[in-house]
Structures are given as C-alpha cells and as structure tokens.
C-alpha cells in the first residue's frame, strides 16, 4: 500500500483533528502518502484531494472543529454517487480510506467498499466515531463526546448561578439526535433535577410533581436537561406552563452549536490518536472494512457490518443514580 486518504464527515466533532493529524503523521512514519479529502464525500465527489505531510497537520491536536472541513453529501448517497466517488478515488491511485464520522458516514464508508466488491476490487478502509451524539452501539464512547458533555457542565454552571438567584426553573435543550447520552451524562454531572431523555418515555405530570416537591423543601430552582430527541425546550415549557401557571417561573435555553466547538477535551485527544493509529494499521493489513470504537479503555475494530448491526444500549444505571441523588 502507498497511498491513503483521511475524510471527515457528518456533523463535526472536538477531537476530529485530533485524529486527522494522527492518521497524517502516523501514516507517513509507516512509508505512506497521506492524502486528505476536504469536505467529506462530498469534497472526494470534487477531486478535492490534496497531499498532506507533517506540517500541514502543526497546530491542529487543541482545536476543535476539523481542518478538512465536513458536508453532509446527498449525491454520495445515490448509486450515481458511489461510483463517482470508485472513479475519483481510483484516479488518485488511493488504496485506502479513513473516515471519521457517525454512523452516515460508516455507511457511506460501506457502500463505497460494497462497490469495489461488486467489481471484484478490494479496498482497505476504516471509521473513526466521530460525533458528539454517542450514539453507536459498537463502542463505549465517540469522540467529541466527552467534550460535548463538559462544555455542557459549563454552561450548566452559568444557568444554575442565574436560575438559583430569580427563583427560576430552567429547560436546558441539549443535542444527542436520537439518543439521550449528552442529557445523562451531563445531567448527573451537573446535578440537574430532571432528566429528560428519549430512551424512558416523557411523563410530564412526575416533571410537575418534582418541581412541586422541591419547592416545599425550600428549593425554588432546578435545572431541567432536556434531549432533543424528546421534544424541543419551548414545546417542554408550554406543556409545564399548562399545568403550573403563574405558580413557578420558567425559562429555557438551546444550547445548539456550543456543544460542536471548543477545544477537544483530554479523553479526546488521546483517543483520537489512538483510533487514528489503530486506522492506520488496519489499512497496512488491507483490513477490508471495519470501524473502530473503546470498550473497556481497550481500542476495539469490527466488520463495519457487525459494528453497525450492534444497538445503542441506554446506560440505566447511570440514569437511575442520577435519579436517586438529584435533590
Ligand atoms: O450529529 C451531531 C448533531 O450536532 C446532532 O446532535 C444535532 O441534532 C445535529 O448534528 C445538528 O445538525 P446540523 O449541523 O445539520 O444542524
């Protein structure tokens, strides 16, 4: 194998350089040319490859969001677009692929190395999880993730300070897509009142009670973590309002897009380069197709297929001591 090439896609995440400087040096130091893909597949559908050597990745490990730039690719979705992206890879002469991403872009990742099959080509490729979300079954943690969470108990912070001094209640809308994993973690975290995730069913009237309760015991203020995969932060407030009135003042806040940037945390960085060298040398083994992930502080690698076939699994026992210790 000579020559490589790294791509981000999906949403970016803190932590993606991170990983895509990995790739670039740690590829290099193993003979190879490195080639880096702007824009995901919708960039690699343009041609817009470049080589990249050591330099071009300085500076890069501490910040967030990815020097490669990311896009969300509708025409790589279509069989047109798969064959476009075989054609351009094969012309750059790039006998393997790394793609950091979420679960769209693995299955990108997969269909583009279903195509080469179905010409009787092999093509080494692997998948760096890279999202905020944490929402694929096959690994412990995404990278991004733990990022996310912390900027998230920043920001709780900030509100609880407001929240506590005006007697107010606050709905605190997170991100996650689907999945409920930044509203958990960053709740027991940040010691919120309540809860709200897509995984345990919305029952408004415990919200109320809760709010009511702690109001007897003299606690005039919580915090409510809502995920997005619930319902949205003003849909939240009105169903509240419905029931409580004038009796307890309400705000809310979307967090949105602080949860995407700022510098990757720790835990990210040091995964990102530790997925980024396990890609790698997956490729030198023409590893045909895998995704990368930790379980157990171990870097794990599956089939794509087996990978992506695994559920999420909602941590209960994280949620049901956040339960048991919120006041
Ligand atoms: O997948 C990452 C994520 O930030 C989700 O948490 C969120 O729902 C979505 O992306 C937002 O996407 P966009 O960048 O298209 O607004």
Same mark, same amino acid.
């Given at each position: 194998?000579?020559?490589?090439?790294?791509?981000?896609?999906?949403?970016?995440?803190?932590?993606?350089?991170?990983?895509?400087?990995?790739?670039?040096?740690?590829?290099?130091?193993?003979?190879?040319?490195?080639?880096?893909?702007?824009?995901?597949?919708?960039?690699?559908?343009?041609?817009?490859?470049?080589?990249?050597?050591?330099?071009?990745?300085?500076?890069?490990?501490?910040?967030?969001?990815?020097?490669? @730039?990311?896009?969300? $690719?509708?025409?790589?979705?279509? &069989? +047109? /677009? #798969?064959? *476009? %992206?075989?054609?351009?890879? !094969?012309?750059?002469?790039?006998?393997?692929?790394?793609?950091?991403?979420?679960?769209?872009?693995?299955?990108?990742?997969?269909?583009?190395?279903?195509?080469?099959?179905?010409?009787?080509?092999?093509?080494?490729?692997?998948?760096?999880?890279?999202?905020?979300?944490?929402?694929?079954?096959?690994?412990?943690?995404?990278?991004?993730?733990?990022?996310?969470?912390?900027?998230?108990?920043?920001?709780?912070?900030?509100?609880?300070?407001?929240?506590?001094?005006?007697?107010?209640?606050?709905?605190?809308?997170?991100?996650?897509?689907?999945?409920?994993?930044?509203?958990?973690?960053?709740?027991?975290?940040?010691?919120?009142?309540?809860?709200?995730?897509?995984?345990?069913?919305?029952?408004?009237?415990?919200?109320?009670?809760?709010?009511?309760?702690?109001?007897? @015991?003299?606690?005039? $203020?919580?915090?409510?973590?809502? &995920? +997005? /995969? #619930?319902? *949205? %932060?003003?849909?939240?407030? !009105?169903?509240?309002?419905?029931?409580?009135?004038?009796?307890?003042?309400?705000?809310?806040?979307?967090?949105?897009?602080?949860?995407?940037?700022?510098?990757?945390?720790?835990?990210?960085?040091?995964?990102?380069?530790?997925?980024?060298?396990?890609?790698?040398?997956?490729?030198?083994?023409?590893?045909?197709?895998?995704?990368?992930?930790?379980?157990?502080?171990?870097?794990?690698?599956?089939?794509?297929?087996?990978?992506?076939?695994?559920?999420?699994?909602?941590?209960?026992?994280?949620?049901?001591?956040?339960?048991?210790?919120?006041?």
């Amino acid at each position: 194998m000579n020559k490589i090439a790294v791509l981000t896609s999906g949403g970016d995440a803190p932590g993606m350089n991170a990983a895509v400087r990995a790739v670039v040096r740690y590829g290099i130091s193993r003979g190879l040319k490195v080639f880096g893909i702007e824009r995901g597949y919708e960039g690699l559908l343009e041609g817009k490859l470049s080589e990249y050597d050591a330099r071009r990745v300085s500076d890069t490990v501490h910040r967030g969001g990815t020097i490669l @730039k990311t896009a969300r $690719s509708a025409r790589f979705a279509t &069989a +047109e /677009g #798969v064959k *476009d %992206a075989y054609e351009v890879l !094969t012309a750059f002469g790039i006998e393997g692929l790394v793609v950091i991403g979420g679960d769209g872009s693995f299955r990108g990742m997969q269909d583009l190395q279903h195509y080469f099959v179905s010409r009787g080509e092999t093509f080494a490729c692997a998948g760096i999880p890279g999202t905020i979300d944490n929402d694929l079954g096959y690994t412990d943690f995404s990278l991004g993730f733990d990022t996310a969470v912390n900027t998230v108990l920043s920001a709780l912070s900030n509100i609880r300070d407001t929240m506590t001094s005006h007697d107010r209640v606050c709905i605190v809308e997170v991100m996650g897509r689907k999945c409920g994993d930044i509203a958990l973690y960053s709740a027991l975290g940040g010691g919120a009142e309540t809860i709200l995730v897509p995984e345990v069913p919305l029952d408004i009237e415990a919200v109320v009670t809760r709010i009511r309760r702690n109001k007897i @015991k003299g606690k005039n $203020s919580d915090i409510i973590v809502l &995920a +997005e /995969g #619930v319902t *949205d %932060a003003e849909t939240l407030k !009105t169903l509240l309002k419905d029931r409580l009135g004038n009796e307890q003042s309400l705000r809310t806040i979307k967090l949105g897009y602080i949860q995407r940037g700022g510098a990757p945390s720790s835990f990210d960085r040091l995964f990102a380069s530790r997925c980024a060298v396990r890609a790698v040398d997956i490729l030198l083994n023409n590893g045909v197709g895998s995704v990368i992930g930790i379980k157990n502080n171990e870097i794990i690698n599956l089939p794509i297929d087996e990978g992506l076939a695994i559920k999420k699994s909602f941590n209960k026992e994280l949620y049901d001591i956040a339960s048991a210790i919120s006041g």
